[in-house]
């Protein structure tokens, strides 16, 4: 098994696109399904499949995040380029940390339209494309 995307609803569909757009994202299609909502699949260009699916149901209204979602993590080559790009595009992404100290990963934070929390993050060099078993040993 393994996991396709992740699936958000959002209150305004061309706003979270506009936004989801400028972080990279490229839209690869839709579902128009009515008063049932809009399905908008979405991929970062090098991935070979969908990543993300914005849904939007007009009829339910303002999306509340709550409380048991925390965040989406996104990988990213380098993490001072991407600040700049995303600052550039209008968005306002927090300064890097490094919550592993100086030898972990480079990190920010952003968040969308609808309050859903975005972590960028930047691995040192030579570690592995994200979290595996060898990090906990």
């Known amino acids: 098994?393994?996991?396709l995307f992740v699936s958000y609803r959002v209150t305004d569909l061309d706003r979270s696109l506009a936004f989801y757009t400028a972080l990279g994202y490229v839209e690869?299609?839709?579902v128009e399904a009515g008063d049932a909502g809009h399905l908008l699949l979405l991929s970062f260009?090098?991935?070979p499949a969908a990543s993300l699916e914005l849904v939007h149901r007009p009829t339910d209204g303002h999306v509340e995040v709550g409380t048991g979602f925390d965040h989406l993590a996104?990988?990213?080559d380098t993490l001072t380029d991407t600040l700049a790009r995303l600052t550039e595009a209008g968005?306002?992404?927090?300064p890097p940390q490094h919550p592993g100290g100086p030898l972990g990963p480079s990190?920010?934070?952003l968040t969308d339209?609808?309050?859903y929390r975005i972590e960028l993050v930047e691995w040192p060099r030579g570690h592995a494309?994200?979290?595996t078993a060898a990090d906990f040993s």
């Open 28 to 30: 690869l299609g839709r």
């Open 107 to 109: 990190t920010a934070w």
């Open 45 to 47: 260009p090098d991935e």
């Open 1 to 3: 098994m393994k996991t």
């Open 91 to 94: 968005l306002t992404p927090s």
């Open 74 to 76: 996104i990988q990213v």
């Open 129 to 131: 494309g994200g979290i």
């Open 113 to 115: 339209p609808d309050g």
